[in-house]
């Protein structure tokens, strides 16, 4: 009787340690299921990553054969100008852009005339949407000598300009008037076709710097 008793409080030891040691496996196996899941899941996107850096390098590529690299005479920085305006007559009225190697963008007003308007602003019309960019502190300089050629060029690189590039890119089929206004006087210009693509490419190649 006695032995019956040994015999059978044995069979329920070794069948309550069979049932534990089952459920810690089918823990681990849970486990090495949820951490290969995961890992599988890194691999994914570490994948989707690699491809998305390689495209966007490709897009890079594809828009920097359409700029020349221009050094900055006043420090080591270079900067990304469109060859579009490569082209362009330097005694003219203008709106460009630029950006660096960081991506940071820039319009540029350019002003070219007979007498001085001393320009620190520009208004654009975009469709029916006028916009005004921030304004740029300017010396006023005191010249009684005849003047016969007078250039100023204003950068303007505050949120509100990228806006205006922002909405230059995106209605580029709508008419694009810029006033440069100056202290002594204003000059109004309509953009063109081309010169408002080489604006939304510049942007476009800024936003990809900067990714």
Known sequence: MKLKYIISAL????????????????????????????RNKAEKFN???????????KKI?????????RESPYSDSSWYVHKYWSTFDQKRIALTA?????GEFSLVSQYYGKKR????RIFVKV???????????????????????????????????LLIAKEI????????????????GYEDIRLSEENKMAIRETLELAILLKS
């Open 127 to 161: 469709g029916e949407n006028l916009y005004d960019s921030s304004v740029v502190k300017i010396d006023v300089p005191i010249d009684h000598s005849p003047v016969v050629e007078v250039w100023e060029t204003i950068e303007l690189k505050e949120e509100k300009d």
């Open 11 to 38: 069979l329920i030891t070794i069948f309550v340690f069979g049932y534990l040691f089952h459920k810690e496996e089918e823990k681990l196996i849970a486990k090495f299921e949820k951490e290969r899941r995961v």
């Open 117 to 120: 308007i001393l320009h620190d």
């Open 98 to 102: 630029k950006i660096n190697e960081k």
């Open 61 to 69: 590529e594809t828009l920097l054969s359409s700029f020349s690299i």
């Open 47 to 57: 994948s989707s990553d690699l491809f998305q850096a390689d495209a966007t390098q």
């Open 169 to 184: 890119s995106r209605k580029i089929d709508e008419p694009v008037y810029v006033r440069l206004w100056g202290k002594e």
